[in-house]
């Protein structure tokens, strides 16, 4: 006997918390499945740090940095947790965008001002400084394994019905809704779902399969293992903002990426490549870090962070979907709403998305075009 469901929300990290959260507040019957248990480390969401980062210059993302910030903050009201650390960004290097950036922040009502390197440098010595330092105090850190549960617990007590460890083995598109095979300890059990919201991360593709091309049309979505790491501090009395670091404008060849980090504590300075880990199986990872990216991520650290030990160290293992263009899908195709190729650099919009998820759900409004699956 098929189940009939309103909605269900395939994927229980940041994007589908989210997502039901949104849902359950406009008193919408959500079931969010999980394939895992609460707070694995398998997908793109563990840990305690992620950078709010506002350093956006296009005014689709500098208008979800001021909404994230206002919802951050309702979520913490409503949950009765901390969940962003007011540390503020600094983004130095020489990124063309930076002055842009800065001006739109500004118009948008943050916060966002050009530092001198050594004014930069005496403030966070923890970090060397040698070109433009743009400071941002509205940035901070976020911390993941506080967000989920706290989005998944008020969506349950607005009656969502949340399953982990139950995985989606088969996904079938017709016109009037989506039927799902859905395995867990208890069996297999088949569900029809008037629609489904897809936030599956890494496994979008795979979930997704033969339906697209038949009917759904998006963006390649390329996997990547990332590896960031946890650096011992050395100067404990350093004051440590979130930071990001782009390449160029001095000796240094040392690069693979721009650097991002911040610091997570109780662990360390965690400092990382964005977007250059080997392309992988989500479901066939080695969660070992790749020896050339990390003695150069060492040498990085030996560098341009004087503030920790670049010898003392933790690698830490995650996934990144990345879109050709790194935009999101935000789309609706018939009874599926798509939340995918967040490309490294969605988890301080987190929120909004679920928003954004929810309006596409509800029919309440289109997403912004950049977000569009046939872009
Ligand atoms: C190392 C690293 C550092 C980052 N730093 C930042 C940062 O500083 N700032 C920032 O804004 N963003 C950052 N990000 C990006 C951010 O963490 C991600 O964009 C976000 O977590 C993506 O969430 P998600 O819900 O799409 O994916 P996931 O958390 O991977 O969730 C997808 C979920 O779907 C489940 N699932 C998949 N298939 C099925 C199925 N068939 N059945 C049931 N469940 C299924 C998976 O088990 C998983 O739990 C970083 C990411 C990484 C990896």
């Given at each position: 006997?098929?189940?009939?469901?309103?909605?269900?929300?395939?994927?229980?990290?940041a994007m589908g918390s989210a997502a039901?959260w949104a849902?359950?507040?406009?008193?919408?019957?959500?079931?969010?499945?999980?394939?895992?248990?609460?707070?694995?480390?398998?997908?793109?969401?563990?840990?305690?740090?992620?950078?709010?980062?506002?350093?956006?210059?296009?005014?689709?993302?500098?208008?979800?940095?001021?909404?994230?910030?206002?919802?951050?903050?309702?979520?913490?009201?409503?949950?009765?947790?901390?969940?962003?650390?007011?540390?503020?960004?600094?983004?130095?290097?020489?990124?063309?965008?930076?002055?842009?950036?800065?001006?739109?922040?500004?118009?948008?009502?943050?916060?966002?001002?050009?530092?001198?390197?050594?004014?930069?440098?005496?403030?966070?010595?923890?970090?060397?400084?040698?070109?433009?330092?743009?400071?941002?105090?509205?940035?901070?850190?976020?911390?993941?394994?506080?967000?989920?549960?706290?989005f998944?617990?008020?969506?349950?007590?607005?009656?969502?019905?949340?399953?982990?460890?139950?995985?989606?083995?088969?996904?079938?598109?017709?016109?009037?809704?989506?039927?799902?095979?859905?395995?867990?300890?208890?069996?297999?059990?088949?569900?029809?779902?008037?629609?489904?919201?897809?936030?599956?991360?890494?496994?979008?593709?795979?979930?997704?399969?033969?339906?697209?091309?038949?009917?759904?049309?998006?963006?390649?979505?390329?996997?990547?293992?990332?590896?960031?790491?946890?650096?011992?501090?050395?100067?404990?009395?350093?004051?440590?903002?979130?930071?990001?670091?782009?390449?160029?404008?001095?000796?240094?060849?040392?690069?693979?990426?721009?650097?991002?980090?911040?610091?997570?504590?109780?662990?360390?300075?965690?400092?990382?490549?964005?977007?250059?880990?080997?392309?992988?199986?989500?479901?066939?990872?080695?969660?070992?870090?790749?020896?050339?990216?990390?003695?150069?991520?060492?040498?990085?650290?030996?560098?341009?962070?004087?503030?920790?030990?670049?010898?003392?160290?933790?690698?830490?293992?995650?996934?990144?979907?990345?879109?050709?263009?790194?935009?999101?899908?935000?789309?609706?195709?018939?009874?599926?709403?798509?939340?995918?190729?967040?490309?490294?650099?969605?988890?301080?919009?987190t929120p909004?998305v679920g928003?954004?998820?929810?309006?596409?759900?509800?029919?309440?409004?289109?997403?912004?075009?950049?977000?569009?699956?046939?872009?």
């Open positions: 006997m098929t189940t009939i469901l309103d909605t269900v929300v395939i994927g229980g990290g039901a849902l359950s507040r406009r008193g919408r019957q959500v079931t969010l499945v999980e394939q895992f248990g609460p707070g694995h480390t398998i997908g793109a969401s563990h840990g305690t740090t992620r950078n709010f980062n506002p350093g956006y210059h296009r005014p689709e993302y500098v208008a979800m940095v001021a909404e994230s910030l206002d919802l951050w903050h309702e979520l913490e009201q409503d949950s009765g947790e901390t969940l962003l650390a007011p540390t503020g960004i600094v983004t130095h290097g020489p990124e063309p965008m930076l002055p842009d950036a800065a001006a739109a922040l500004v118009q948008a009502g943050l916060r966002a001002e050009f530092l001198h390197p050594d004014e930069a440098g005496e403030r966070w010595r923890g970090i060397r400084f040698d070109q433009q330092v743009l400071y941002m105090p509205d940035g901070g850190q976020l911390n993941p394994e506080a967000a989920l549960p706290a998944q617990r008020l969506a349950v007590a607005r009656g969502a019905d949340i399953r982990h460890h139950t995985k989606v083995v088969s996904f079938e598109v017709a016109d009037d809704g989506v039927t799902l095979g859905l395995e867990s300890a208890a069996g297999t059990e088949v569900v029809t779902a008037a629609q489904v919201v897809v936030t599956a991360g890494g496994w979008t593709g795979k979930l997704l399969g033969a339906a697209v091309g038949r009917r759904l049309r998006i963006p390649k979505l390329t996997v990547t293992q990332e590896q960031p790491a946890h650096f011992r501090v050395a100067d404990p009395g350093a004051v440590w903002p979130g930071f990001n670091h782009y390449p160029g404008g001095s000796d240094y060849a040392g690069w693979y990426s721009p650097v991002y980090g911040m610091h997570t504590p109780g662990e360390g300075i965690k400092a990382g490549w964005h977007g250059v880990g080997p392309v992988v199986d989500p479901d066939r990872r080695s969660f070992q870090p790749e020896p050339v990216q990390l003695a150069a991520l060492q040498d990085y650290a030996r560098t341009w962070l004087p503030g920790v030990d670049a010898d003392a160290f933790e690698a830490i293992s995650c996934t990144y979907t990345t879109t050709p263009d790194e935009d999101f899908i935000l789309d609706r195709i018939g009874p599926v709403v798509i939340g995918a190729g967040f490309s490294g650099h969605g988890f301080k919009f909004v928003r954004i998820l929810a309006d596409l759900a509800t029919g309440t409004r289109p997403a912004p075009e950049i977000f569009s699956a046939s872009r």
